[in-house]
């Protein structure tokens, strides 16, 4: 019986390219929670500890500081929240007329049975 370590077996190369990691998107709240702890923070090593837990880089903090200081961290003051608005602003308007379509179809429907149980 041949011997088979696993961990001498290997693969064959597959060319196919993996995907990277998403990108994360923060929301002005857990930012602002974020930096607000990391202020907060005396404890020597602690801030290393908070970026550590939360996986994040100090250059990504650094620039959610920046974007405080430049005020665009308000609460419902970004880019995202206006667009999100629009978005459901937009699929309202195409809900309240499939909703309007749906209506007129029913109602069409009840007419046809109407017909259809008097000529019985």
Same mark, same amino acid.
């Given at each position: 019986?041949?011997?088979?370590?696993?961990?001498?077996?290997?693969?064959?190369? %597959?060319?196919?390219?993996?995907?990277?990691?998403?990108?994360?998107?923060?929301? $002005?709240?857990?930012?602002?929670?974020?930096?607000?702890?990391? %202020? &907060?923070?005396? $404890?020597?090593?602690?801030?290393?500890?908070?970026?550590?837990?939360?996986?994040?880089?100090?250059?990504? $903090?650094?620039?959610?500081?920046?974007?405080?200081?430049?005020?665009?961290?308000?609460?419902?003051?970004?880019?995202?929240?206006? %667009?999100?608005?629009?978005?459901?602003?937009? &699929?309202?308007?195409?809900?309240?007329? #499939?909703?309007?379509?749906?209506?007129?179809?029913?109602? $069409?429907?009840?007419?046809?049975? #109407?017909?259809?149980?008097?000529? %019985?």
């Amino acid at each position: 019986m041949q011997n088979t370590n696993l961990a001498t077996i290997t693969r064959p190369y %597959d060319p196919e390219v993996t995907p990277g990691k998403k990108k994360r998107y923060h929301t $002005v709240s857990y930012k602002l929670k974020i930096l607000k702890e990391l %202020d &907060e923070c005396m $404890v020597k090593g602690g801030k290393g500890a908070i970026l550590r837990r939360e996986g994040l880089y100090s250059s990504t $903090v650094t620039g959610w500081r920046k974007q405080k200081a430049a005020g665009k961290l308000e609460p419902g003051n970004s880019k995202s929240n206006k %667009d999100k608005i629009y978005e459901l602003e937009k &699929e309202n308007i195409k809900l309240k007329q #499939e909703l309007k379509q749906a209506k007129m179809i029913i109602e $069409v429907q009840k007419k046809i049975s #109407e017909l259809l149980e008097q000529k %019985d």
